[in-house]
């Protein structure tokens, strides 16, 4: 580590991540690129680890590569956008919980109509079976 900063191989041990992730979210824009020097290598500051530790606890929340990318700066901008990068997540949290609850519905439903079915289906069966 030179000047607070690291390379690469350093970075994913701290945070727990491949190269390939790091390289990945470098190119969605969800981590700044590594600062590179005259001979090519890549440095990384302590902030990408904090926003790749990020990262991983927003996914564990259940947000899309795409959500966290409209909420991830929030976290590193001003302090005081703080508040608002947790009332967007509020905000994604409860989306996804709607279309939860819009998901059990329809299974309820459809488990309703699969149970129905399978009750016809044996009345039927029970009834040709009286006959033979």
Do not use: C
């Not at 969800?30 to 790749?52: D, K, N």
């Not at 901008?77 to 947790?86: L, R, T, W």
């Amino acid at each position: 580590m030179m000047n607070n900063r690291m390379r690469i191989g350093e970075l994913t041990e701290r945070a727990g991540v491949t190269p390939r992730t790091v390289r990945y979210y470098e190119n969605l824009g969800l981590i700044p690129e590594g600062e590179r020097t005259g001979q090519g290598q890549h440095y990384y500051t302590e902030e990408t680890v904090a926003r790749l530790r990020k990262i991983d606890q927003l996914k564990k929340l259940g947000l899309s590569l795409d959500e966290i990318r409209d909420v991830i700066d929030l976290y590193f901008v001003e302090p005081s956008d703080i508040v608002q990068a947790k009332q967007k997540v509020l905000s994604i949290l409860r989306q996804h919980l709607d279309e939860v609850n819009q998901k059990i519905t329809g299974y309820q439903q459809f488990r309703s109509e699969l149970q129905s079915h399978i009750e016809r289906f044996e009345r039927w069966l029970e009834e040709k079976g009286e006959h033979y």
